[in-house]
């Protein structure tokens, strides 16, 4: 018999159906019972359009710098899933590049926002 694993994800969404929570469990996972997050990005292959489906989801406390960093571990993971999958090292390593540049343009921005003024700054 073939083993057989589910990840599954609950979105509790507020009076404006945005999600106000994010919860999943997997069969796989170490801990038992539902784990809370603030954000889910998948990816699902549609083997008969040839083309990918996503679904982005995201709570109200997810912050912006938050958002920035987690699409860029996004893809960065798949720097190396695709590493993995494929041994295309150049396509990878782009990947990579990009993460590079835009953890720097975060950090930039960072720097920026730290020296600005603020109201109660002369």
Not at 16 to 21: A, G, M
Not at 22 to 46: F, K, V, Y
Not at 57 to 67: A, C, F, I, P, S
């Amino acid at each position: 018999m073939n083993k057989k694993s589910e990840i599954v994800f609950s979105v509790e969404l507020d009076e404006n159906n945005i999600p106000d929570k994010i919860h999943w469990n997997a069969t796989d996972r170490p801990d038992e019972g539902l784990s809370q997050t603030n954000a889910i990005s998948l990816s699902i292959w549609d083997h008969f359009q040839k083309n990918t489906m996503r679904i982005d989801l995201w709570t109200k406390q997810m912050t912006v710098d938050e958002m920035k960093r987690f699409y860029i571990d996004s893809i960065g993971g798949l720097a190396q899933s695709l590493l993995n999958a494929t041994g295309d090292e150049y396509m990878a390593n782009e990947m990579e590049g990009l993460c590079n540049r835009l953890v720097k343009h975060v950090e930039e921005e960072m720097k920026k926002m730290s020296e600005k003024p603020g109201p109660d700054k002369k």
